[in-house]
Nanobody, 118 residues
Framework: QVQLVESGGGLVQAGGSLRISCTAS??????DVWKWHRMTPGNQRELV?????????YVVDSVEDRFTISRDNRKNTMWLQMDNLKPEDTGVYYC????????????WGQGTQVTVSS
């Protein structure tokens, strides 16, 4: 069974930066997509960014000028570099690994808290 573990969250002042990571233990296959989601204090889950095993990335419009997603397949690790953080970026950030072809899977991490103070 694969486990995803996020790390790197914390408290930062507005305008600061954080880099969070997500590492998978166990067998991961090519052809999957890894994603960052966040759960806001209002309990709304939002997609933040995605990266495929081939390196194709997508970042939602609201953060695309401040957040960068990356991935190292050899390390089974994904990162989210967050710059110029704003209080509205506060939330629990979750990573997800999903593969739609055989073997299919849909793994989630436990989340890491990011708090941005004003």
């Amino acid at each position: 069974q694969v486990q995803l573990v996020e790390s790197g969250g914390g408290l930062v002042q507005a305008g600061g930066s954080l880099r969070i990571s997500c590492t998978a233990s166990g067998r991961i296959f090519s052809g999957d997509v890894w994603k960052w989601h966040r759960m806001t204090p209002g309990n709304q889950r939002e997609l933040v960014a995605t990266v495929s095993s081939g390196g194709t990335t997508y970042v939602v419009d609201s953060v695309e000028d401040r957040f960068t997603i990356s991935r190292d397949n050899r390390k089974n690790t994904m990162w989210l570099q967050m710059d110029n953080l704003k209080p509205e970026d506060t939330g629990v950030y979750y990573c997800q690994a999903v593969r739609g072809m055989t073997p299919t899977y849909n793994y989630w991490g436990q989340g890491t808290q990011v708090t941005v103070s004003s």
